[in-house]
């Protein structure tokens, strides 16, 4: 069996990267995927340790204080303030961008794998860079949902986090779910950089193709002109 050729397997890898994104990103809206996660030991002299554990997904929050145990800190507000309307903005987010890569996957493949659709190199480049500019769009709806959620997700948590004197860690406590969304997204981003150099490579083969076909050409009228005389 032959080697696949150059094209071929950059379309197999371009296809696989997307595979990969849809199911990185979908897993992220598991709820035993973490995106926010505090586990941290408070230490504020002569003996006084405060242990903060916490964390949230796209769609609850747990808080151990809340079952009473009171080793740890309170960290969430309270349920009667509490507001998680604003996590419904990521979960759609990463739905639309988890149905654009499936659009992308098919268009890839269909544009790229069936011959009705191929036989002209235009039409072939057409499919290519379509699923190109879709996988750009879920990569981009990605990184809209990382911005979005890093600018929201501090709004959950009590009051006091935000006083210094409280001395909670200050610092990024994002998690699993966040990173794995990154990751998704430039798998994404990957995938439409690959099949732009694969349109690239066609458009130069193509070229190349033609090239020698003009020659031919040319070295047959020659032949038919000095025949004639």
């Known amino acids: ?72 800190t309170k960290v969430f507000i309270p349920t009667e303030f509490r507001d998680d309307s604003w996590r419904l903005i990521p979960r759609l987010l990463i739905l639309t961008a988890v149905g654009l890569g499936l659009l992308s996957f098919i268009v890839l493949l269909v544009g790229s794998l069936v011959p009705v659709f191929n036989r002209k190199p235009a039409v072939l480049n057409a499919w290519r860079i379509g699923s190109s500019v879709i996988s750009l769009c879920a990569g981009g709806l990605l990184v809209s949902c990382l911005v979005y959620y890093e600018g929201h997700y501090k709004s959950i948590l009590s009051v006091l986090f935000d006083n210094p004197a409280n001395q909670y860690p200050d610092k990024e406590n994002i998690s699993v779910g966040y990173y794995l969304t990154a990751f998704a997204s430039a798998m994404f981003f990957a995938s439409s950089i690959i099949n732009i150099v694969n349109v690239v490579i066609l458009i130069k083969s193509s070229k190349a193709s033609v090239k020698p076909i003009e020659l031919l050409q040319e070295t047959k009228e020659k032949t038919t002109s000095k025949t004639i005389d």
């Not at 595979?19 to 996660?37: M, N, Q």
């Not at 941290?40 to 796209?58: H, K, S, T």
Request: proline share 1%; charged share 10%.
């Open 1 to 72: 069996m032959g080697c696949l050729s150059q094209p071929y397997i950059l379309l197999l890898t371009s296809a696989a990267l997307i595979l990969i994104a849809i199911s990185v990103v979908s897993g992220t809206l598991a709820k035993s995927v973490k995106w926010t996660f505090y586990n941290e030991a408070i230490d504020y002299g002569f003996g006084y340790i405060l242990y903060m554990y916490a964390y949230q997904n796209l769609w609850t929050s747990y808080d151990i204080w809340k079952t009473g145990d009171q080793v740890y």
